[in-house]
T-cell receptor, first 114, second 111 residues
Framework: NAGVTQTPKFQVLKTGQSMTLQCAQD?????MYWYRQDPGMGLRLIYY???????DKGEVPNGYNVSRLNKREFSLRLESAAPSQTSVYFC?????????????FGQGTRLTVV | SQQGEEDPQALSIQEGENATMNCSYK?????LQWYRQNSGRGLVHLIL?????REKHSGRLRVTLDTSKKSSSLLITASRAADTASYFC???????????FGKGTKLTVNP
């Protein structure tokens, strides 16, 4: 099983450009998550989707939008990239709500905004 | 705001020694989880402990949970160089759907 797959692995954007980070899981999980990781800050939740058709804001949603395209796929869009969005982005999924089960993580997308 | 806070921020030990990391959190929880992250990689789940459990073991890992103190500890016994990684605790904030992470403890095990 591939688990959680994120694309791309690396990306450099210019300020103001837009892009979409893709995430897909093949474990038939209901819940999916987007986090960003910055040095010394741990992981901060951007958006999550508890089930297909629903999305909710996390700690740091400003500047991002998400789409839960179907049960497998959860994308994160930066409409107008800013240098403050330079970070490593992780997608995760879990079978049910995370109050019950473990999360599986992708390998991350390293984004640099110049 | 972040729920879990790990302590210490960094820990350096010799191979064979035990490593203890602590996590404190702010609100009530349904469960607490520990994850490991090797440099530049995604997080890997280690262990989940529910709020009605006090201790849990998995191989060389031992996790304790004290809900009255809102704290947890992760003990790695007989550490190996391969245990070098960052370790994060994560909780559901007030029993919500979110999983909120702390800032992590960076463990270095010297051969």
């Amino acid at each position: 099983n591939a688990g959680v797959t994120q694309t791309p692995k690396f990306q450099v954007l210019k300020t103001g450009q837009s892009m979409t980070l893709q995430c897909a899981q093949d474990m038939n999980h209901n819940s999916m998550y987007w986090y960003r990781q910055d040095p010394g800050m741990g992981l901060r939740l951007i958006y999550y989707s508890a089930s297909e058709g629903t999305t909710d804001k996390g700690e740091v949603p400003n500047g991002y939008n998400v789409s839960r395209l179907n049960k497998r796929e959860f994308s994160l869009r930066l409409e107008s990239a800013a240098p403050s969005q330079t970070s490593v982005y992780f997608c995760a999924s879990s079978e049910a709500l995370l109050i019950r089960t473990e999360a599986f993580f992708g390998q991350g997308t390293r984004l640099t905004v110049v | 705001s972040q729920q879990g806070e790990e302590d210490p921020q960094a820990l350096s030990i010799q191979e064979g020694e035990n490593a203890t990391m602590n996590c404190s959190y702010k609100t009530s929880i349904n469960n607490l989880q520990w994850y490991r992250q090797n440099s530049g990689r995604g997080l890997v789940h280690l262990i989940l402990i529910r709020s009605n459990e006090r201790e849990k073991h998995s191989g060389r890992l031992r996790v304790t949970l004290d809900t009255s103190k809102k704290s947890s500890s992760l003990l790695i016994t007989a550490s190996r160089a391969a245990d070098t990684a960052s370790y994060f605790c994560a909780t559901d904030e007030g029993g919500s759907e979110k999983l909120v992470f702390g800032k992590g403890t960076k463990l270095t095990v010297n051969p």
